[in-house]
Structures are given as C-alpha cells and as structure tokens.
C-alpha cells in the first residue's frame, strides 16, 4: 500500500468532504444550533472552537447521525445525504472519537475493533482484523498491540484504538471530541503527529476542543461558535489567542490572573506517610506526604486514575485511612467521620458535582445548607429555621451570583456553572481554614471558570490552605503557588510553580521524572 | 426527545403538582376500567355492580363506616411507608410489623400484671416497639452488611406469620376457645371502644391521623426530616455531607415499623379482641399500604386520603361477598390493577407526550 508518494491533486478543487449548511437543531428551552455553516475539505484539519453549551458537540452529533437537525442540509462529498444514526454516518465514511471511549475493557485490541464490524468472518473475527490493524498501524504511526487487553492501555493507547477504528470502517472524515483532554504534554504530541499523517492522506480531521494553545498548533482553520452561533471561520495563520478568546466569550478575556506573593504561614493541611486503598482494594496512594501552607494553593497534578480521587476523599474523611496521618490544623483526624472533618473547618469541592455536591430534588436553599444543616443558626433543638435558612440563601444567591429562579428553585435544573456557584457558596461559608477542591472549573465555561478561579484565589489570600486537584495544567500553573505531581498512587515531585515548565511537569505526571520532594 | 410511532415524548424535570394528581386519579380509573371482564366473568354487569357498591357503601353511616375501619391501619401502616419510602428504604414488610404490633399488644393484654387503666396504653407502647424492633432488624442488615432491604422486609413478613401460627397453635392457644387456633379473648380494659353503631376503634383513626401529621411535620421541618429526605434523593451526597446512615436509617425504621405495629395493636384490640391466624388479622394490610405510600408520592398527610380510598376498596370486597355473591378476593385484583397502572403511567408524569405535527411526522417518516 505505501508506495513512492504520488504528486496530490490540490484539494481545495475538489468538493468539500462534509459541508453542513444552514443546521438549525433546538432543546427544550435551548436554541443549541442557529443556521450553522461547517466545511471540511480532503487534507485538512479543521478546528470547532468553543466554550462547554457553545453547540460544538450538538453539532457534530448531528453529522453522527446521533442526533437530527430540525431544519438545514448535510452534504458528503457534494452530495446531499439523510443521516439517521451513527451506521449511516459510518457508511458515508464519518469517524468519532467520542471524548469518553466506547471500549470494553476486558477484550483485546483486535476484538474490540471486529465488534459490529462488517465483513468479518462468524468465527475468530478478530484474526482477520489484526492483519489489517498492524497495516493501519504502521501506515498512520498508531502503535497498538492487537493482542493486549483494553484495561492495560494508557488513555493515549485507547484513544488510538478508537481512531484505528473509525479508519478501519473507511472513515475519510474524523470526528474527535476534546481529544487532549485525558493525555500528557507528550501523548497529545503523539497524537498530533498521527493527525498530520492522516491529514497527509487525504482525510478530513474535525477537532473540537476549547485549548486555544493547541488549537492553533495543530488546525489549518478554525471555527469558532458561541451559544449555537458560528462567530467566524479563520486560518489558523491568521488568528492568534487574542482574537479567539475574544470570538470564543464575546468580549477580552485577561489571561494572567493577578496572583498575590504567597506567605506560607503555619501548615493547616498536613499529609504524612498516606496509604489508602482503591475501590477494587488495590493501594491508591503508596505512602504520600505533602503539606499546604495557610494561604497557599497547592496544586495536584496528574493524569486522571493515578490516586487524586482517593486522595480527595480520604482527606474529607470518605475513605480510611490505612496507613499515615492527617492533620488538619495540627489534630490527627484519621478515622473521623466527614462531618467531624468537616466541622473542623475543611471545605470540600466535590469531583462530581452533580453526582456528590447537590441534592437534585431539594431546593436552591436546602441545598445550600447541606453540612451545616445540623449546626445553628439552621438548626435548633432538631428544628431547621427556615428563616435563618432563606436569609442565608438570599445573601449566597447574590454573592455567588447563583442564577436561579428563586431560591425554592430544585437545585437539578441550574446550569452546570450555576451548581458550582451553589457547592462553593456552600462550602465557602464560614471561612473554611482547609480548602479541597477537585476539578473546580471542569467542564464549565470561560465565564464561570474565570469566577471560580478567582474565588479560590481570594480564599488563599483570606488565609486559607487550598489544595487544588485539577487535570488541567493550564489551570494548576495559573493558579498554584506549588505544584505536586501524582503519578501512581505516588508523588514525583513537589516543584514552585514559578520555576516549573510543562515539560517538567508533563514528564512527571508520565512517571518519567522524579524530583526531591521537599519537606 | 423521542418519538414513537405518531407521538412525541419530551422529558419533564419537574412534573407540575396538577400533573402527578392527574395522574394517579387516571390510574385509579383505568384500574377500575381493567378490572370490568373480572365482573362479566362472574356473569356481572360491572357498571351496574360499581354502582351497587356505591349505593351500598355511601347508603347509610353503618356501611360506610366500614370505609373508615378498613382505612384505619392502612393509615398507620401507609404513614410508615412514606416515610420509608423517602429515604429510599424499600420496607415491604408492614405486614409483618403490623404482625409483631399485635403479638405485643396480645402478650400485654392477656399475660401483663398491671393496672387495667394502664393495659391499653401499654398495649399500644409495647406494640409500637415490636413493629419498630421488626423494623429495625432490615435496616441494620442493609447499613452494616449490605443486605437488599427488599428481600429482608419481605422474608420477615413470612417468619412473624409463622411465630403467629405457633403462638395461636401452641403457646398461646386459648383454653377456652374449644380446640380454635385462638388465644383467650382480652379482657374488656384490653377493647378499644367504637364509634357508636360501627365498628371503628376511633383511638387508632385519631392516632393515625395525629401521625401523619407529625410525620409530615418531620420530614419538612427537623434536621432528621432533611437528613432523610438528602439520604433518599442522592445518597452519594449524603455521604459527603457525613450524615449517618445507621443512624438515619435506623431511626427511619423504627418510625416506619412501630407505625405498622401500631396498626397490629389496633385490628387486636379493636376488632378481634384476640390473636387469631394471621391472615385473619391482617387481610393484607401491610401489603395494600405499599399502594397507599406509593400513591401518595411519600407525602403522609395524602396517605391519609389514599388510606381512605383503599378502606373503600376493602368495604367494596366486603359488599361485593356478602350483597353480590362475588369472592372477596376480587379487592386483590383491583389493588394489583392500581399498583400496576400507578408505576406504568410515571411515564406520563416525567414525559409529556404529544401528537406529532403533521410536519414533524413527516420528517421523522424519513428518518425513522
């Protein structure tokens, strides 16, 4: 197959590989696509640039045939198509890599790449497919073991998997939802490199991401969307950060969050010697030590699965503690319950917001006394005060500039940015002295994110120790006055975060780097 | 949305209250409606013998007092499982609550030396810790050792009947009552009194009423109302706010099972005046009263109407036996209808369905 490359016709002659034109699609309540005009064309690497609700991912459901448009016209390759489901997107040669991988764990490369093939033989389908993986393999630079296991491949290797399936099913276009989001510095180098190989052959990429950084590093044009809108298409010669994150918010984003110098008074929070088990009773963390300075932010950075959950709740006293100390404000608190922690001045800002930090039926209000429910002035002699509870909640509502309703409003129908600002007016009541927050800005939008970051930071300059668990590095270089690397359950280091580089840190969280940690 | 056949479902976070009353009226309906082929099977016109029913049971105070005796430990029994129910514990076993409440209330009644000014009150005390103590195992086997509450409430029911038949058949069997499966009659101090011309043990009904008022009262006012209701919608909240599930749940089953035991003390001491075959006690109180919480929607001031509803279905078995010839057992199939109509038109209440547009149809024609 790989013979001498041939001269390539310029594709720009050629029709495009997928025009989208006029797609209009509504939600209850939300206009998520507005008259929206897309192209890809053959060879080119086309970036969907926008924030979390923007309607990329609506967009590109569309063209999956997961969702369908209520009014505009798909073309393929100059043709006008119906695409009713994923399997008549598969046919007219459309790829997706879905931002959660869609793997089964226990089965081998091949045998996930056969599953729902066509064309493969009734018995050991698998065989047949691994001959043409190592072929893709080697043409695209994607390296996988047919034989191994899913569940021993890194994120970058299942990630692999999935695009050597879409391009075993003939995909020319290649959908990919926020693809960066579970690699290291150098596995998203990987995966560019591939991009650029398949670009080579011909084949149209979609890249959705909201990175700017990366965005303009690998796409040849860019688009850009907000609240359903395509606010413009530009080369990505042409365009610079700026320029995007203004298309992206609608107005100038400051880039820099003003960080005050850091004085490190006495540890509020100190970890020494932790080990605590994983779910399935594997050790999670293997012996980690660390402290975080009243006004100081550490962060921790790592890829997803290497501890950071456990960590987070063994530290709010969800998880025991099997071996090592905790000392908050100096008292051990190993084996004391979540509210016993929590009443000794610890917030935590929980992972999964919707799934831990809210309680959906229950009003605006109720929710925001969850943890200090039992403790006056909202409670007495076993009785909540109401009107302790709604002054309470008038006075957050506005603070946090929590949109809602009304305060009865049940908490499950605020927006994502909106619950946040409900869980941290909640937990940063009362001037916690420990600060816990996991993935505080994940999946929110600029605007948001840009709030919570500055709130977290106020909290250290009012004196609180934040510990900040995040995956995103940007935002842990941003924000951190240190920063710890997890890799495995283990620390690989604890650096200043001014003397840090990414590339420092990126070979840390890969386990490649280890560093003296210091005291 | 989703669409099937001609029609278009689009979800509904919160169903407006109209909604969820319209709801489960339908389902009452269509349960009554599903139940018409069981009258024509007995040869019975089923609209002639609804309004025979009807006319029997709201003719005179005498019949329809039966409504409200009927209603009275599905009260007690359905206030429980409200209560239960918003925590998310699935207690299946008021029948068998209600069934440790009456062997109580029979051990205190017939074996207890105390003063006969205080037999009834005891009665009732140690009823109430019976059915709460029978509460309190399943809770306790699902905090500390995982046990599915379903499966545990259940069994229980089946091993207090059980100890019931023994007690009637051994033990307890009364020397009096000529070889019957009885104990002894209670002595008079050991009777609830009735409302004048019926039988309604109006102690109970009033006891019933004032519970479901300071369970409601509960739920929307305390700190352990709150931790219940956070327990029942997201336990993994629960947990991160560190409320005490052994604690919470514990406190849930020893209300929800001594309510139920409660019901036992009164059917004892207000209807029969001894233990007796479980079947005969219960007529399956503990297992109707599912409906009546679930047709509450966990509010325990409405399982005072469902309550009420479903002593009228029970008054209906009673007439239909004893005025049309039909068995009773006809009220088992209404109440199963109901239930059944009752989880099958949530759908109604969490979707609003509607007719396709002509357009719409039509696009989806092409797409479906």
């Given at each position: 197959?790989l013979?001498?490359p ?6 720009a002659?050629?029709p495009?590989?997928?025009l989208?034109?006029d ?10 696509n507005?008259?929206v005009?897309?192209e ?18 609506t967009?590109?459901?569309?063209l ?32 997706m890599?879905?931002?959660h991988f ?34 893709l ?13 899913v ?41 560019f490199?591939v ?6 052959e ?6 959705i991401?909201?990175?700017l950084?990366?965005v303009?590093?690998?796409a ?40 005050t ?13 932790l ?47 099997e071996r ?26 929980p ?6 930090g ?8 109720e929710n ?5 429910h ?5 409670c007495w ?6 009107l ?6 008038k ?7 929590i ?9 499950k ?5 909106n ?22 800005t ?10 919570i970051?500055?709130?977290l ?6 004196g609180a120790?934040v ?15 240190r920063?710890a690397?997890i ?33 | ?10 979800p509904?976070l ?8 319209g709801?489960?009226v339908?389902?009452?309906v ?9 009258f ?12 025979a ?6 003719g ?17 029994c ?12 699935w ?14 209330a ?12 205080l ?15 029978w ?5 306790l086997?699902?905090v ?28 307890w069997k ?7 499966a009885?104990t002894?009659?209670?002595?008079l101090a ?6 004048p ?13 004032v519970?479901a ?11 352990l ?10 336990p993994?909240?629960a ?10 749940l ?17 059917e ?5 005046w ?5 079947s ?10 599912i409906i ?6 966990g ?19 009673d007439?239909m036996k ?14 199963g209808?109901?239930l ?9 209440m ?7 547009r ?8 092409a797409?479906?």
């Open positions: 197959m013979g001498v041939k001269e390539r016709p310029t594709h002659e050629q495009p590989l997928v989208l034109r797609i209009t699609k509504s939600f209850p309540g939300v206009l998520a507005d008259h005009n897309f890809v064309r053959p060879g080119e690497i086309h970036a969907l640039l926008g924030e979390n609700g923007a309607g990329k991912t967009l590109m459901n569309i999956y045939g997961l969702y369908r448009p209520d009014s505009g016209e798909i073309y393929i390759r100059g043709e006008k198509v119906q695409i009713r489901s994923p399997r008549d997107a598969i046919q007219l040669g459309i790829g890599v879905h931002q869609k793997l089964v764990l226990p089965h081998t490369v091949a045998e996930n790449v056969a599953l729902g093939l066509n064309g493969t033989p009734f018995w050991a389908p698998a065989k047949v497919v691994a001959q043409k993986l190592r072929e393999s080697t043409r695209y630079g994607l390296h996988v073991d047919p034989e191994r296991r569940w021993e491949l890194s994120a970058g290797e299942q990630q692999r998997v999935e695009i050597l399936k879409a391009l075993i099913r003939g995909a020319e276009v290649l959908i990919l939802d926020e693809p960066t989001s579970v690699l290291t510095p150098q596995e998203t180098a990987e995966l490199k991009l650029r190989r398949m670009k080579e011909g084949h149209g990429i979609i890249f991401s909201h990175k950084d990366e303009l590093e690998i040849d044009r860019i688009t850009v969307m907000r609240r359903g809108k395509v606010v413009g298409t530009l080369l990505a010669q042409e365009a610079d950060k700026a320029t995007l994150a203004r298309m992206m918010v609608g107005r100038e984003v400051v880039f820099r969050l003003s960080k110098t850091c004085n490190p008074g006495e540890a509020a929070l100190r970890v020494e010697d080990y605590v088990r994983s779910d399935r009773g594997l050790w999670a963390l293997k012996g980690i030590s660390f402290a975080v300075c009243r006004g100081e932010i550490l962060g921790v950075a790592g890829i997803a699965g290497n501890g950071q959950r456990e960590l987070v709740e063994a530290l709010a006293g969800l998880r025991r503690v090592g100390r905790i000392l908050i404000l100096g008292k051990e608190v190993n084996g004391r319950s979540a509210r016993a922690i929590s009443d000794l001045g610890v917030a935590h800002i992972e999964e917001r919707i799934r831990m809210i309680v959906p039926g229950l009003p605006v209000e925001l006394i969850l943890k200090k039992h403790r006056p002035p909202f002699r076993g009785f909540l005060r109401f302790a509870i709604r002054e309470f909640a006075r957050a509502i506005e603070e946090y500039g949109i809602t309703p009304s305060p009865k409003t049940p908490a129908l605020l927006s994502g940015g619950i946040q600002r409900l869980i941290l007016a909640r937990e940063l009541s009362g001037r916690p002295a420990v600060v816990i927050a996991a993935h505080p994940y999946g929110l939008d600029v605007g948001a994110t840009e709030q970051r500055q709130i930071l106020r909290q250290r300059d009012e120790a510990l900040l668990v995040s995956e995103d590095l940007e935002e842990i270089m941003e924000l951190a006055d920063i690397v890799f495995r359950g283990e620390i690989m280091g604890i650096v200043p975060a001014a003397e840090a580089t990414l590339e420092e840190i990126g070979l840390m969280m890969a386990g490649e780097k280890r560093v003296k940690v210091e005291g | 949305m989703r669409r099937l056949g001609p029609f278009v479902f689009e509904r919160s169903p407006p209250r109209y909604i969820v009353f709801v489960s339908l389902a009452v269509v349960a009554l409606l599903a139940a018409a082929p069981v024509l099977g007995y040869g019975q016109n089923p609209w002639q013998a609804y309004a029913i009807g006319r029997g049971i709201f005179s105070w005498p019949s329809f007092s039966e409504v409200l005796r009927r209603a009275i430990p599905l009260i007690l359905g206030v429980g499982l409200t209560l239960a129910f918003r925590a998310q514990f207690n299946i076993g008021a029948e068998g609550q209600l069934l440790a409440g009456a062997v109580a029979t051990g205190v009644a017939l074996f207890l030396r105390v003063p006969e000014g037999r009834l009150p005891l009665m009732f005390l140690f009823g109430f810790l019976a059915g709460a103590f509460g309190l195992i399943p809770a086997l699902r500390k050792l995982g046990v599915n509450d379903v499966i545990s409430t259940l069994m229980l029911n089946y091993v207090m009947a059980y100890i019931v038949e023994w007690l009637v058949h051994g033990p009364g020397p009096t009552m000529r070889g019957f009885y002894d009659a209670f002595p050991a009777r609830l009194s009735f409302l011309a019926t039988r309604v043990h109006w102690v109970t009904l009033v006891l019933g009423v519970m008022v300071l369970i409601a009262l509960l739920l929307a006012r305390t700190r109302g709150y931790e219940i209701r956070v327990v029942g919608q997201n993994d909240a947990r991160y706010a560190g409320i005490n599930f052994t604690v919470v514990s406190l849930v089953m020893i209300l929800s099972g001594g309510l139920a035991g409660l019901a036992g003390v009164g004892v001491a207000g209807i029969h001894r233990l007796r075959s479980p005969h006690i219960s007529m399956n109180y503990g297992y109707t009263a009546v919480a679930w047709l509450a929607r509010n325990p001031l409405a399982a005072i109407f469902t309550a009420l509803l479903f002593g009228l279905f029970f008054a209906a078995g007439y004893t005025t049309l010839g039909l068995p009773f057992q006809i009220t088992g199939v209404f109440n209808l109901i059944f109509f009752l989880i099958g038109f949530d759908l109604l969490f979707w609003r369905v509607r007719l396709a002509k357009e719409g149809a039509w696009i989806s024609q797409g479906s």
